[in-house]
């Protein structure tokens, strides 16, 4: 059975991060939003005898609980159940802070996922979760691809075609004593170019409804 893992994020691209790098070690990522009651889902789904995620990825900026009091009571609750907290787009984590993190019940406390340093922090991070989740050793093929999509930019959609060139028509001759000058005109075919759609992703996912 693929494991689950259940996550917030309060950064829209470190969400989208985790989950295109953990579906691409074929995972199933729930997608909470950031005020959502977590502690309320997991009791509902162990009432309605659904299996409990596999692991809880939770970001710092949870706003319905503090995530290091959920901690507290999510381990009294569900003590085999692993909590890693990341904090946004921070570079780095103090060993002071690391250590506060575990000792009020969190697994790990992880720092946000660098675009400068895509691959590495995204292979470092991932491979701390897989450990959790005894699922090692990572698919590296699957994980590059998911990587170069998160950072190919975006396309520049083709310029437009340039419009005909039409010769105006040349004036009949005159059947009458009095000389007009013909007008030729042309009807505009050219066409408008077309804006960029928006691209946007939305900003919730769910990998499974329960």
Not at 11 to 36: A, M, P
Request: with cysteine; glycine share 6%; hydrophobic share 35%.
């Amino acid at each position: 059975m693929k494991p689950t893992v259940l996550m917030t994020q309060a950064v829209q691209r470190q969400g989208e991060i985790w989950h295109s790098i953990l579906s691409s070690q074929n995972i199933t990522v729930i997608w909470e939003s950031l005020d959502g009651d977590i502690l309320g889902v997991l009791e509902q789904m162990e009432t309605a005898g659904l299996t409990l995620p596999n692991l809880l990825l939770l970001d710092l900026g949870m706003t319905i609980t503090n995530p290091y009091r959920f901690c507290q009571v999510a381990q009294s609750r569900f003590p085999s159940l692993p909590i890693v907290i990341t904090v946004g787009q921070e570079r780095q984590i103090s060993s002071a802070e690391r250590r506060w993190a575990l000792r009020l019940g969190a697994t790990d406390l992880l720092p946000g996922i660098q675009e400068s340093t895509l691959i590495a922090t995204a292979v470092s991070h991932l491979t701390r979760i897989l450990e959790l989740l005894d699922a090692l050793p990572i698919q590296q093929d699957a994980l590059m691809e998911s990587l170069s999509r998160l950072s190919a930019p975006l396309e520049s959609p083709p310029p437009p075609a340039p419009s005909p060139t039409v010769e105006p028509a040349a004036p009949e001759p005159s059947q009458s004593m009095q000389q007009y000058r013909g007008v030729g005109t042309v009807a505009d075919t050219s066409t408008l170019p077309k804006g960029d759609e928006d691209g946007q992703r939305r900003r919730r996912y769910r990998g499974s409804s329960y």
